[in-house]
């Protein structure tokens, strides 16, 4: 699993080109892991307002995403083999030049 954490565009002040030809780079990033055979699948995240529930009082705290320390933006899951695959797919993540970074983790299977 690829987990997107630190970008915020709704912060970044980016025209509606910019932000059209940066929206074009993960398209294209996508169609390529979906040529190789390694896309599965994934979402963006709402990223305006973020709900945290924690505790055994289940206490609710609302924070915009523009508060939040470290936003997580979205994920992908990618077919790869070990971290190292994983962390040549995330190779070509767009957002390393804006700040973002890819957090990789395998995703636990359970025997039913």
Do not use: C
């Amino acid at each position: 699993m690829l987990i997107f954490l630190g970008t915020n565009y709704q912060t970044m002040g980016l025209s509606p080109e910019e932000m059209q030809a940066h929206m074009g780079k993960w398209f294209a990033w996508s169609q390529k892991m979906e040529e190789d055979g390694v896309y599965v699948g994934g979402h963006a995240l709402e990223t305006t307002t973020v709900r945290h529930v924690s505790g055994p009082d289940r206490t609710v705290t609302d924070r915009a995403g523009t508060e939040v320390k470290e936003l997580v933006g979205g994920y992908y899951i990618v077919k790869a083999p070990d971290l190292d695959t994983a962390m040549k797919i995330a190779e070509s993540y767009p957002d390393y030049d804006k700040g973002g970074t890819v957090e990789i983790r395998e995703v636990m299977e359970f025997d039913n």
